[in-house]
Every structure is written in C-alpha cells, then in structure tokens.
C-alpha cells in the first residue's frame, strides 16, 4: 500500500528554475528506489530521473548536467530540482516507487515565453 503526492510544477520562463515535491505514503520509501517520469503532449511518459535507496542517481541524458534529484528518508519525500529548464521540459512530472504500481496525479511543468 502506497500513495505518492507530487507538487511543484508551474510557468516558468526558458532558463528559469523549478522544484518539484514527492510525498511517498506507506512504510516502504527508505528502502525502494523512486523515480521522477514525465509525459508530454502526445509523447509516451519517460523516466528522466532515479534515486536509489542508498542515493544512487541516474539522469536521462537530456536533462544531465540541469537536474538534480535527491530524497528526504525522514519527510518521506524526493524532490526534483530543475535548473537552466527548456521548452522540451514541459510535461506532466510523476513520481513512481520501484516494483509499486501507483502513480500520483502528476504536477503540470510548463516553460515558454
């Protein structure tokens, strides 16, 4: 039993800075690695970025070198930090916990301007 909750999104301007929020209910967050998905427009959902429970990161190559994403095993939460973003950023971000299938409502990103 998981719940995940995402916040964060919102307008920014090409170049502009955004973090995103995930809240993982349940007791399994400390020791599952989480990762932060995207879907575009009429584009299949990607996972751009993985945080492993030990803090292991991986990053889509699109977005290395721009995004960060970290956790907070005590708030139960991983965040999503995204810096210098594009106009190919924008999407619905989700979170999702491996081997869980739930996925939050997602958080709208959008960037133009």
């Known amino acids: 039993q998981v719940q995940l909750v995402e916040s964060g999104g919102g307008l920014v301007q090409p170049g502009g800075s955004l973090r995103l929020s995930c809240v993982v209910s349940g007791s399994i967050f400390s020791r599952v690695a989480v990762g932060w998905y995207r879907q575009a427009p009429g584009k299949q959902r990607e996972l751009v970025a993985r945080?492993?429970?030990?803090?292991?990161?991986r990053y889509v190559d699109s977005v290395k070198g721009r995004f960060t994403i970290s956790r907070d095993n005590g708030r139960n939460t991983v965040y999503l930090q995204m810096n210098n973003m594009k106009p190919e950023d924008t999407a619905v971000y989700y979170c999702?916990?491996?081997?869980?299938?739930?996925w939050g409502q997602g958080t709208q990103v959008t960037v133009s301007s």
């Open positions: 945080i492993s429970s030990g803090g292991i990161t």
């Open positions: 999702k916990a491996d081997g869980y299938d739930p």
